[in-house]
């Protein structure tokens, strides 16, 4: 079976600081690897993805991810998190014999202060 | 923009009743899922569809069941709504794996 592990259920801030939000998993298989960001009364929105290739992957508003094979991580990072930012931030792993369904960690709320 | 909408954002409903959640996408996708999400759980699998007429339990079934008669329309039914069912209920369809969900908006609903 698969599973996701965040690593910590709440990350406070102070914004222009950099974040890493902790993601592990645990598959038999090789897995797709997702980050979904939810902000308050919102429904989850798709942040970043791994597929193949790069393990570097990066969205449009400067969150980073990494996929580490070896450490089965895909830790989130932003080197300057804005107020903005402030939101839930779920991972999530979808393996080949999971079919289409993701398997989501429990999350992490972001939270950036002034 | 693709969407996927849930008819309702918030619902109140007494223990006992029969509750139904409808969900829509019109990104023509083939795969729907029904989860539900509490503080510190996460979100948990309550029933999935990979095509019309089509479902599976997902992690959590019990109490409720689902429909599925059209492509882009996807219900879930608390047969007897009772108090622990008081969640936030996200809808999400899928085109592939790879692709991962597009999520609606959610609907809170609260058992009294």
């Known amino acids: 079976a698969q599973s996701v592990t965040q690593l910590d259920s709440q990350v406070p801030v102070f914004e222009e600081a950099p974040v890493e939000l902790r993601c592990n998993y645990s598959s038999s298989v090789s897995v797709y690897l997702f980050w979904y960001v939810q902000y308050p009364n919102q429904g989850l929105q798709l942040l970043l993805k791994y597929l193949s290739g790069s393990t570097l992957v990066e969205s449009i508003n400067g969150f980073e991810a990494e996929f580490n094979k070896s450490q089965t991580s895909f830790h989130l990072r932003k080197p300057s998190v804005h107020i903005s930012d402030t939101a839930e931030y779920f991972c999530a792993v979808s393996g080949g014999n999971q079919g289409g369904k993701l398997i989501f960690g429990q999350g992490t709320e972001l939270s950036v202060k002034p | 923009d693709v969407k996927v909408t849930q008819s309702s954002r918030y619902l109140v409903k007494r223990t006992g009743e029969k509750v139904f959640l409808e969900c829509v996408q019109d990104m023509d996708h083939e795969n729907m899922f029904w989860y539900r999400q509490d503080p510190g759980l996460g979100l948990r699998l309550i029933y999935f569809s990979y095509d019309v007429k089509m479902k599976e339990k997902g992690d959590i079934p019990e109490g409720y069941s689902v429909s599925r008669e059209k492509k882009e329309r996807f219900s879930l039914i608390l047969e007897s709504a009772s108090t622990n069912q008081t969640s936030m209920y996200l809808c999400?369809?899928?085109?592939?794996?790879?692709?991962?969900?597009?999520f609606g908006s959610g609907t809170r609903l609260t058992v009294v």
């Open positions: 999400a369809s899928s085109l592939s794996r790879a692709n991962g969900y597009t």
